[in-house]
């Protein structure tokens, strides 16, 4: 069906409303509108067409506007307890400022509940200069209009974001993959903590099974939707439809993951006392790599590098690092300083403080590209023990939190 069609049929056009869910209250909290039409068996996607530049702006402007229209006006005699989500081309929002869209929401929205509208847009396919997009959605929040950033990934602009300041961002776990570590579990790490940095919810969409759910559950998402939970309607549905049976999931994801949370917390103390009793018995200093070698030995089926910093970051000692299942001297890393790696005098302080060994986070080692943590302990006045902890003991233990 061509754009023509398209136009002359919009008399056909019926919208829908596709529910989200809250993880808080387990309820429908929004709707997502989009439009339908089908003629002569044709049914043509109205939400890839107003991003189809061979189609003149025009027609792709008023299509989107129908869309609203005809969504607000039957949303209108609704109950008043959930917020409308409103997606737009930002490059077709930005033509008039904004002005046009609007109006078509201040037609049937009063003023003291614009709260309740969410302008979805896209940054990564805006091809106009951003600062106009910018006010565009800057002057739409003055008036309480919430900003939602759809389609958030790895080819989002993340300092675009940032400027923007969004309520929401939307993330399709469909086209992310999500089982698997890497840039996609990184990706997931930034956006987390970019939401938590400006004040956003995260929305996971695509949700097609209760694995997926789990999953947005346990990456920080507030906010629901997918078929899994409720598909697409031509109109709303009760707001406490699924709340019993998704209360019963998350207590599901919740017994599950404190499981996980104690069985992680007893391996990594018992490796804990395992990697304290070698460093107790041996002693190791930066001046005797016999004692480094003897360590490493002993750890063998724990480590593959361990070292020794002064609390400045300075190595004081060689590496001593397991190559083809032999250990390895390498003096050439004496004096490199790693004061510049993330939270490493952070580390340093509360081990002084403390007097007490810190697992980092799971990371990504440098040389190896493995999976890895570090064990770190203070073993005299200003000498700190590090040990690097084997990918393949990590994963034989599940110790990757």
């Not at 300041?165 to 990706?187: C, F, H, Q, R, T």
């Not at 490796?271 to 490493?296: C, R, W």
């Not at 190559?323 to 340093?348: C, G, M």
Request: negative net charge; charged residues 25%; hydrophobic residues 40%.
């Amino acid at each position: 069906m061509d754009a023509i069609e398209v136009l002359t049929n919009l008399d056909k056009l019926e919208v829908c409303f596709q529910p989200i869910f809250s993880a808080d209250e387990h309820v429908v909290i929004a709707y997502e509108i989009s439009g339908k039409l089908i003629v002569d068996n044709k049914q043509p996607n109205l939400n890839s067409f107003a991003f189809d530049e061979d189609i003149p702006e025009e027609y792709r402007v008023e299509v989107t506007h129908k869309i609203w229209d005809l969504a607000l006006s039957q949303l209108k005699g609704e109950a008043k307890d959930f917020d409308i989500y409103l997606p737009c081309n930002a490059n077709l929002l930005v033509l008039d400022y904004g002005e046009s869209y609007f109006d078509i929401i201040k037609k049937y929205i009063p003023e003291d509940e614009l709260e309740r509208i969410v302008v979805v847009v896209s940054e990564h396919d805006f091809k106009g200069a951003f600062k106009e997009l910018n006010n565009v959605l800057r002057y739409f929040r003055t008036y309480g209009i919430k900003i939602a950033i759809n389609q958030v990934g790895s080819e989002s602009h993340l300092d675009y974001i940032n400027m923007l300041s969004p309520n929401i961002l939307k993330l399709n776990i469909a086209k992310l993959s999500y089982e698997s570590w890497g840039v996609e579990n990184d990706l997931f790490t930034s956006l987390s903590t970019m939401a938590r940095r400006i004040g956003a919810n995260m929305l996971f969409e695509g949700i097609d099974s209760v694995h997926q759910l789990q999953f947005a559950w346990k990456n920080g998402g507030r906010y629901y939707q997918g078929k899994y939970l409720a598909d697409v309607h031509t109109a709303t549905i009760p707001r406490d439809q699924l709340k019993e049976s998704f209360k019963e999931k998350c207590k599901q994801f919740i017994s599950a993951e404190k499981r996980l949370l104690e069985e992680n917390y007893k391996e990594l103390k018992s490796l804990q006392s395992i990697l304290e009793k070698s460093i107790h018995l041996i002693k190791p200093t930066s001046d005797d790599t016999n004692q480094l070698l003897a360590l490493a030995e002993a750890l063998d089926d724990y480590s593959f590098r361990l070292y020794i910093c002064d609390e400045e970051g300075f190595q004081t000692s060689p590496n001593i690092m397991r190559v083809n299942d032999k250990w390895h001297i390498q003096k050439e890393a004496i004096n490199k300083n790693w004061s510049w790696r993330p939270y490493f005098l952070k580390t340093i302080i509360t081990m002084r403080n403390n007097q007490s060994g810190v697992f980092s986070d799971v990371y990504s080692d440098i040389d190896t590209g493995e999976m890895t943590r570090t064990f770190s302990l203070p073993i005299n006045a200003n000498g700190y023990l590090f040990i690097d902890i084997s990918y393949e003991y990590l994963f034989k233990h599940n110790i990757f939190r």
